[in-house]
């Protein structure tokens, strides 16, 4: 009876926290939504919490996300005008800004999968005053596709990094977040990496 109760809590407790998680990932949380969804991957396979309820809440987590993003900088508002023009000024969307604004059905779906562009989908849709229910319809297909992917990632190869740290106890499962997180952050450092160097060579 308490060991349900206290599995429940565990659960309970590990949903909110990979909803607030996904939710501020990447704008408040300086930690990429990749890593989200592999860590929620793998505790899914551990049995922590389950894989059908983790993928939808990461879903609704972005999608809510989104959609913040998207009606503040369609309503204009003056707390991400920085952020807008900072959006616009990247070489890539100053040079194809036409293109983008032009297919923002593509844009808002292809974006979604762009590391360090995700943001582009929500800013340009609202930047262009797409409609709601335009936006809504390719970010929540687009965010579907991409999550379930990368969490089932997390849920598939979890022994490959659970062996390296196996045999470690209580701790185990912290030991295997902490190694993803590092595996992640190189994956970004590399991606941040090779855009710079073509922003330097086009320079």
Known sequence: MHEAYVITSIEQFSYAAIFLFALGAGYVVPVPEEIILLITGYLASERIIHLAPAISIVILAFIIGDNILYRLVRNNEKRVGKFIAEVLSIKFIARHKQFLEKHINTTIFMTRFV??????????????KAKQEVFALFDTLAIALYATIWVWIG??????????????GRVRHVAVIFVWIVV????????????????????
């Open 115 to 128: 590391p360090f562009l995700r943001f582009v989908g929500p800013v340009f849709a609202g930047y262009t």
């Open 155 to 168: 849920f598939a190869f979890h022994n490959s990094f659970a062996t390296i740290v196996n045999g470690i």
């Open 184 to 203: 992640g952050m190189i994956i970004s450092r590399i991606i941040d990496a090779v855009f710079s160097q073509k922003e330097k060579r086009e320079e």
